[in-house]
């Protein structure tokens, strides 16, 4: 797979995902420095794509071979 086609694919949902931890790490008031935050986002949508580039292949290797 490209690289384009994994960044299209797999982009918004790290960055929604990212979103929501940010948001709730900022609620409870884990974090309160706007830098903190900034790095602890971009963090998260990082370590949240190379999850699901590493993962998705797994679980379609896994599941795609099942047959009923």
Do not use: K, R, W
């Given at each position: ?55 998705t292949p797994i679980l379609n290797e896994a599941f795609g071979s099942v047959?009923?």
């Open positions: 797979m490209q690289f384009g086609n994994l960044v299209s694919a797999h982009l918004p949902n790290a960055v929604v995902a990212a979103t929501i931890f940010t948001l709730y790490n900022t609620y409870t008031g884990d974090v309160a420095d706007p830098v903190t935050i900034g790095i602890e986002y971009l963090t998260y949508v990082t370590v949240i794509f190379i999850g699901f580039v590493v993962i047959s009923t």
